[in-house]
């Protein structure tokens, strides 16, 4: 039975093929002549190419654009003061290396009398910090500590050559 089911498929795959063989691709042949006698198209050649013309950043003295912009009266108020410059000649502390905003309280620790500050950076890890301790990049400078916040006084540029103190904080997370 299934010797005779072998023949009857074979038998009908050769019917098959010998109905698809006939020569009756006049008008498939016609469109292609058709095609083939129209003119080539021409192709556009390639555009020249523009050299890149390097542009010089010299704004960056300045403030970032993505700093909050500091108001003009506070700006005032603190010229009048005092003429602040950071100390260049100071060694950097590791949490200098971090942006203010990366930066995040995340709770307090008092040892042996002295209180100190979590401060988590952007990286994970976890530092002691404490009155009068930097951080930011922006010379910024521990001056108070609560158990739910730090006021830091940044000394930035005032966009004219001179320096000008910032007051920023950090609050504690979750807060």
């Given at each position: 039975m299934k010797r005779h089911f072998n023949k009857a498929c074979a038998l009908g795959l050769v019917v098959g093929l010998v109905g698809c063989a006939s020569d009756e691709f006049t008008d498939l042949d016609e469109f292609m002549d058709e095609k083939r006698s129209r003119p080539g198209g021409v192709i556009p050649p390639i555009?020249?190419?523009?050299?890149y013309k390097a542009f010089a950043y010299s704004a960056t003295s300045l403030r970032s654009p993505f700093d909050r912009p500091i108001e003009i009266r506070e700006i005032s108020q603190l010229q009048s003061v005092s003429t602040v410059e950071p100390d260049e000649t100071r060694p950097k502390e590791f949490l200098e290396q971090f942006t203010f905003d990366s930066l995040g309280m995340v709770g307090t620790l008092s040892r042996a009398?002295?209180?100190?500050?979590?401060?988590r950076d952007p990286e994970g890890g976890v530092h002691r910090v404490k009155v009068g301790n930097f951080l930011?990049?922006?010379?910024?400078?521990?001056?108070?500590?609560?158990?739910?916040?730090?006021?830091?006084?940044e000394i930035v540029s005032d966009g004219s050559e001179g320096w000008v103190e910032r007051p920023r904080t950090i609050k504690l997370a979750g807060l």
């Open positions: 555009p020249a190419f523009k050299a009398g002295i209180d100190w500050v979590l401060i930011g990049r922006n010379h910024g400078k521990i001056v108070e500590m609560t158990d739910t916040y730090v006021a830091v006084i």
